[in-house]
């Protein structure tokens, strides 16, 4: 079994306990009228369903370009990318419709909101440590020449843009007037659409390219050479980054609320990344 299929097959098993947090729960937690709850309730499942159409269209391609690739350098990523890069695409895709404009006739609230009302410092701090070791890797691709890694940092950048455009477009997007009840639920659906719909996922997505800018990177040194295991190390710690950040948003950032599940759904995901980073450590030593 190549590394890339059983990173799929983790991402799979993983991903599917993860599913089985009732959405009920995390609606109860995050509303407390009916309204609201009814309001939450959509958003959490349009942006669940979204993530799971997006995971399995990614973990197909996955598994096309694992079975069909020859070459296995580079397979961290190319197996880890596509999988974990549609699930995070659904979650942004699932939010798209609120940059839309509202059209026809409606009421609006005159209450003012702001982007730091619904600001993600979290997301904010990812994403300059990416910016920066996609910068160092950048540098080091144009004095080697290789340029599809210069490449993937215009688009690490051009995701930074977009997704402060969508943030702002989710956090100023007009809403009719509400009663105190239900605009607190529309405030609390606006951040959790921005913070765990749209700024973590396309962080995460960040550092799954810069994932891959390292791997291309590594893939212009001679195997044996010291800047090229650097490179794979550098490509694999990213990789998992990016697992990491994933997993921890899985639920719209809050923990597991299936507490007799939580200790052996630790213990399955660290078995899982374990394996993976051994049998990779034993590629890229000597």
Do not use: C
Not at 118 to 135: F, K, Q
Not at 136 to 150: F, K
Not at 230 to 238: F, Y
Not at 254 to 272: D, E, F, H, Q, Y
């Amino acid at each position: 079994m190549s590394v890339g299929f059983a990173l799929i097959v983790g991402l799979v098993i993983v991903g599917g306990l993860a599913l089985l947090v009732p959405t009920e729960t995390l609606v109860t937690a995050n509303a407390s009228t009916p309204a609201g709850r009814a309001l939450m309730r959509r958003f959490i499942s349009r942006s669940r369903r979204f993530r799971l159409v997006g995971g399995l269209i990614g973990i197909g391609i996955s598994l096309v370009i694992t079975a069909t690739r020859s070459d296995a350098s580079g397979s961290i990523t190319i197996g880890l990318l596509p999988a974990l890069a549609g699930a995070v695409a659904g979650s942004i895709v699932a939010e798209a419709f609120r940059t839309r404009p509202v059209r026809g006739p409606r009421t609006a609230s005159l209450g003012i909101r702001q982007d730091v009302d619904y600001s993600d410092p979290t997301a904010d701090v990812r994403e300059g440590i990416i910016a920066v070791i996609a910068t160092g890797i950048a540098l080091a691709a144009v004095a080697q020449g290789t340029w599809g890694a210069v490449g993937l940092f215009v688009v690490i950048l051009s995701a930074g843009v977009l997704r402060r455009w969508a943030q702002h477009r989710v956090a100023l997007r007009g809403r009719p007037a509400l009663d105190p009840d239900l605009a607190r639920a529309d405030d609390q659906v606006r951040r959790m659409a921005v913070r765990n719909g749209l700024a973590r996922p396309m962080v995460t997505l960040m550092a799954l390219l810069a994932s891959t800018q390292a791997a291309l990177l590594g893939a212009g040194y001679e195997e044996a050479s010291m800047p090229g295991q650097v490179a794979g190390l550098l490509s694999l710690a990213l990789a998992v980054v990016g697992v990491v950040w994933w997993w921890t948003n899985r639920n719209f950032g809050s923990p597991s609320i299936n507490r007799g599940r939580k200790t052996s759904m630790a213990l399955l995901a660290a078995a899982v990344v374990g394996v993976v980073v051994v049998t990779l450590l034993a590629r890229f030593l000597p």
